[in-house]
């Protein structure tokens, strides 16, 4: 068996260049699935939420969303509008998300500030005087190498 050089090498450094643009594309889809996807919840809550209140009924829906994944959706639907810590407090109830809280507003900013710290948000805006929070947009996809 003979040294090997980085001739060698190349196929293989090719092939898993190729497979993880392929990846990459492939998390791209499905993070825009998930985007359309919480784009049809949030309708559909809102609108069963409307219903019920023309019913007559309190619209409670078991959730599986915590409040954190509930403000990002909040916030996610309406990407591009600033939020401050009571409109997002308001969007939530809009969207029929149960406020078991007595104090929903705090939960609601600390929550807010947490998502600051961590990049989703954007909390430099100033709205009637306070402090608002717009989603990050997704940066745009640079074009992929053939």
Known sequence: MGIMTSEDYKPALEKILKDLRESKQRHRSLVEQAEDEEQRIAHLR????ALSSLCGEQFEEEDEFGLTDAIRMALRTQAGVVFTAIDVKNRLEQLGYPQKSENALASVHTVLKRLALKGEVDDTAIKDNKTAYR????????????
């Open 135 to 146: 989603w990050k947009m997704r940066l745009p996809v640079p074009p992929q190498p053939k």
């Open 46 to 49: 809102q609108s069963a939420s």
